[in-house]
């Protein structure tokens, strides 16, 4: 079964309870929410593979490590996920980025695809699905099967705040993707929220309410 990782660093937790404060506008927001990602980033390749190089300092010839094994693709769900993309490019640049649009029928709860476009090559990339929200579970469920229709093997998720409902969802559905968060929090509510989550995470980033 995939982990489920709580990145619980003081920085994390202290930007992410401004994030939730109603009384924090659109600017602040979307701000807090790219340094969180950062932050998250940081925890989230703590495991990439290491190899050894040989380079020359000034001094004398030695030995170094750079990053090995598989390029990096970042996976934003459209809207919300795109908040959380210019973070984690911060520390790694050349990562390629594919966007998945979905978003939640107010109704059903159940996620309507509406945009693809991914690299040629994102089936030979570890891959972060990105998304603030993991409610349900539904949206990142379906973002993740896409990806797997699509040959890709190595698949991350990568939350600011999940409901258990959700994170039981993807691991039901996809056990072998580790699931990381900054707050795992009660429940949802009647309306599918997250309690007591952030409110919409879409319409808070990009003033759309
Ligand atoms: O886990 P789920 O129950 O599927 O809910 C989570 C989804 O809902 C939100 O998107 P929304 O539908 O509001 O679209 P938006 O990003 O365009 O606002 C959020 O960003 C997730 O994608
Ligand atoms: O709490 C929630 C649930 C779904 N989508 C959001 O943006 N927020
Ligand atoms: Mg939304």
Partial sequence: MGKVVVCDHPLIQHKLTYIRDVETKTKDFRQLVDEVAMLMA???TRDLPLQEVDIRTPVCPTKGKVIAGRMLGLVPILRAGLGMVDGVLRLHPTAKVGHIGLYRDPETLQPVEYYEKLP???????LIVIDPMLATGGSAAAAISLLKKRKCTQIKLMCLIAAPEGIEAVHSEHPDVDIYVAAVDERLNEQGYIVPGLGDAGDRLFGTK
Wanted: proline share 0%.
């Fill in 42 to 44: 940081y925890e989230i």
């Fill in 120 to 126: 040629s090559d994102v089936h030979e990339r570890e």
